[in-house]
């Protein structure tokens, strides 16, 4: 996790959603010269988390709007 938080940062979109932008690399040099593996495993933690945030928020969504019908038939 270490190399996420030093390579990634969380930023928010103007309609408000997560999302995490590479901002770094973890070694000198350009991306080609970057350790592959490294490199995989940090885009695949960034987006199984960007993933899991969008499934969130959808389901806060539909939570919402669910109380919302019920309040108005109730």
Same mark, same amino acid.
């Given at each position: ?7 990634y ?20 040099g ?13 885009d695949?933690?960034a987006?199984?988390h960007?993933? &899991?945030?969008?499934?969130? $928020? %959808? *389901?806060?969504?539909?939570?919402? &709007?669910k109380?919302?019908? $019920? %309040? *108005?038939?109730?």
């Open positions: 996790m270490r190399w996420f938080v030093h390579c940062d969380l930023e928010f979109t103007p309609q408000g959603a997560a999302v995490w932008r590479r901002v770094a690399l973890p070694a000198a350009g991306v080609a010269e970057q350790d592959a593996w490294l490199m995989n495993g940090l695949y933690v987006t199984l960007q993933e &899991l945030v969008t499934d969130i $928020e %959808k *389901r806060r969504k539909r939570e919402a &709007l109380r919302q019908r $019920e %309040k *108005r038939q109730g």
